[in-house]
Every structure is written in structure tokens, then in C-alpha cells.
């Protein structure tokens, strides 16, 4: 059970900025911390990452930003110092700040974040596309690690939220996307975004992107990779996989694992995309905004809701 509770607003320090929230979107990290698979750092604890707001106040050294401006927040704050940081895999920093996991998340009305990474945006995109930034940029830096080009095929299992946007964005990149998912609503929000139901035959495919992170389906898709196929690991499950090195070496298997996005690379492009012409809106996949004395019934639906679940903080 959640609450909305009253806390001090934070300040901002030198270099960082103070946002009001105006919308939040839930994704599965958030309901593994809900349904208490993942506990919180500490209580009471402020959830949510995908977040979308305006400059309140700016610290000193800020330079780039106004009050007033509308901004999305990229929430994996690395140390931008570290080998991998300085490599431009900025995922792999063991340094890594995780908002709404390991610092205060954005479900709330006030937030603040370092300068590095608030990224201004024009004010006519609609909120229910700026909550699915930070998911697009996954889906993005998925499809980017891949090397999949325009004219392939792939299967997608899952149609989450995640697996929604990965569609779109394999979709707008010119791949046919089959897609497996067993809730009719989502498969049926994936096909609305151009995507197609998967065959049930034997047809394999030269791409797998999983982002359910279940066991099950992690298997069943390697089983439908072609021979020198890639597959993708997003969905971060935690039980075992049913696996033998044979599997992978017969199938002369590329098997990829990819963590949220690297800086600043990733959010630039999902950011840059937000208003062309080309694109279809992120909002597509975006199921109902809940107002935040109703967050308890949001985090409910999230779990099973076709598309995004967000809660529009005003
Ligand atoms: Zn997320
Ligand atoms: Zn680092």
C-alpha cells in the first residue's frame, strides 16, 4: 500500500536543478519495490523514474536552463568519471545513481537532479510523450547495441510497456517486427503500432529482443533464433534460465545484454526525435494518467494494463 505524504521540498545545490513534477510513468522496477520484491533503501521512500517537469529554481553554476522551462529528467546519474564512463558505457558504472532506487525517485512534486542530466524540451510536446522518454531511450539504446539494420526481421517477446516502445522503435527503424505476447489487449496494442503477431510455427528469426525477463520466454525465443542470429536481453528476471553452453555454441549464438542507455548519446537522440515530422508520438503507448491521490490504483493497473500507466502530478 502506498501514501501520499507531505516532505520537505528539496533545494538545489551548485550544479543541480529544482523541478516541479508534472508527470511520472510506472515501470516494472517500480512495481518490483512495490509488490515488495525489491526493497526500497529506506522508508518512507519516493518511487518512480520516468519523469517529466518544469524548472523551479536553478543552483549556482547552472548554466542552460530557465525557470519555467519544460524538461525530462535522464534518472541513471553516473559518476561520468570512472573507465567505463570515460569508454562512453556509462550503464556499466558501478558508481551509478538510480533514481527512485538507490536516491529519491520523481513520484512527488518537487524533485532535483544534477544539471548533466535535465534535458530541456519544447513546450508543446504533450506530457504523455515526455513520461516515455526515459522507456524510449531503453528501447533506443537496445535497438542502437543490436546493429539490427532497416529490411531485417525479429521477434520481440513481451509487450509491456518496454516491449511497446521497442516495436514502435523498431517499427520507425524499417524492421519487420513479429511480437509473442500472451495478454490479447497488449498484443493487440503492439499490432496498432505496426507490429505483427508472431507465427506459432517453427520460423525462426535473425533477431530476438526479450523484454519480459521471464525465464520461459527468454528460452523460447533463443529456441526461435536463426542459425548466427542476436539476441537481446532487456527484461531483467531474476530466476535461473534452462540453458547448455551447447544451446549458445551450436546456434552460434550473439547474445547481448542491454542495461538502460549511455550518456549522454542515448537521451540526446530519444530528445531530439520528440517533435520530427517522421515519428510517430511516444504517447501511443501510454494507458491512462492517474491523478496522485489515486497512485495506489495506478500502481494496481500497471501490472496489467495495455500500455503505460502514468500519474499526471498537476
Ligand atoms: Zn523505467
Ligand atoms: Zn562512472
Known amino acids: 500500500m502506498l501514501s501520499v505524504t507531505s516532505v520537505p521540498d528539496p533545494t538545489c545545490g551548485a550544479g543541480e536543478v529544482l523541478i516541479r513534477m508534472r508527470g511520472t510513468g510506472l515501470c516494472g522496477s517500480d512495481l518490483a519495490v512495490y509488490a515488495g520484491r525489491r526493497p526500497p533503501p529506506r522508508r518512507p521512500w519516493i518511487l518512480g523514474h520516468e519523469g517529466a517537469g518544469r524548472v523551479a529554481a536553478i543552483g549556482v553554476g547552472v548554466e542552460g536552463l530557465t525557470v519555467g522551462q519544460d524538461v525530462v529528467i535522464e534518472p541513471d546519474y ?8 570515460r569508454e562512453g558505457r556509462t550503464s556499466a558504472c558501478a558508481g551509478r545513481a538510480a533514481v527512485g532506487l538507490t536516491v529519491p525517485g520523481l513520484l512527488s512534486e518537487y524533485a532535483v537532479a544534477p544539471v548533466e542530466f535535465v534535458w530541456p524540451v519544447a513546450p508543446d510536446v504533450p506530457l504523455k ?63 496498432s503500432l505496426g507490429a505483427l503477431s508472431a507465427p506459432q510455427g517453427g520460423e525462426t528469426f535473425p533477431y530476438l529482443f526479450e523484454t519480459s525477463g521471464a525465464s520461459g520466454a527468454v528460452e523460447q525465443g533463443l529456441r526461435r533464433l ?75 493497473a500497471a501490472a496489467t494494463a495495455s500500455g503505460k500507466v502514468w500519474v499526471d502530478l498537476g
Not at 559518476?79 to 567505463?84: E, G, I, Q, R, S
Not at 539504446?141 to 511497446?164: E, K, W
Open 78 to 85: 553516473c559518476c561520468l568519471a570512472c573507465p567505463p564512463c
Open 226 to 300: 536463426a542459425p548466427y542470429g542476436t539476441a537481446v536481453l532487456i527484461g531483467l528476471g531474476t530466476a535461473p534460465l534452462e540453458l547448455s553452453p551447447r544451446d549458445l555454441v551450436a546456434g552460434q549464438v550473439t547474445l547481448i545484454g542491454s542495461m538502460v542507455y549511455d550518456h549522454p548519446g542515448d537521451f540526446a537522440r530519444t530528445v531530439g526525435a520528440l517533435r520530427s515530422p517522421s515519428s510517430s508520438p511516444l504517447g501511443a503507448v501510454v494507458s491512462d494518467g492517474y491523478p496522485l491521490d489515486d497512485v495506489d490504483e495506478a500502481f494496481a
Open 129 to 191: 510523450d515526455l513520461v516515455c522518454v526515459e522507456p524510449a531511450t531503453v528501447a533506443w539504446a537496445a535497438l542502437r547495441r543490436s546493429g539490427i539494420t532497416p529490411g531485417l526481421s525479429c521477434l520481440v517477446t513481451g509487450a509491456g510497456s518496454q516491449g511497446l516502445l521497442l516495436c514502435r522503435a523498431l517499427v520507425e527503424h524499417g524492421v519487420t517486427v513479429y511480437v509473442q505476447e500472451p495478454n490479447a489487449a497488449r498484443l493487440e496494442r503492439a499490432c
